[in-house]
């Protein structure tokens, strides 16, 4: 029986990508800081807005809905 490699591979491409991600969003935190920008993210499932002068104000809270449908490896979805 031969061995799948799939997983390997794939981990690596995943593992680039997060990296990739955190490095982009730590460039773009800098230059929105450099050019006194608002920066806007979500922590703890509310969303804050961080100005200049480091103010931080809370948005608003986002409500978190589970998933209508729970997939498994190998389902086929069917779009229209």
């Known amino acids: 029986m031969a061995r799948k490699t799939n997983f390997i591979k794939d981990y690596k491409q995943t593992k680039s ?3 990739a991600g955190k490095e982009a969003s730590v460039n773009a935190v800098r230059h929105a800081r ?3 920008l608002t ?3 979500i922590e703890n499932g ?3 807005e961080e ?3 480091g103010s931080v104000i809370q948005k608003k809270k986002i409500a978190i809905k589970e998933a209508p ?7 086929v979805l069917h779009a229209k």
Do not use: F, N, Q, R
């Not at 449908?69 to 389902?75: D, E, P």
């Open 69 to 75: 449908v729970t997939l498994t490896k190998g389902m």
């Open 46 to 48: 509310i969303v804050y």
């Open 34 to 36: 450099a050019l006194d």
């Open 17 to 19: 990508l997060e990296e």
């Open 51 to 53: 100005h200049p002068d």
């Open 39 to 41: 920066i806007t993210y």
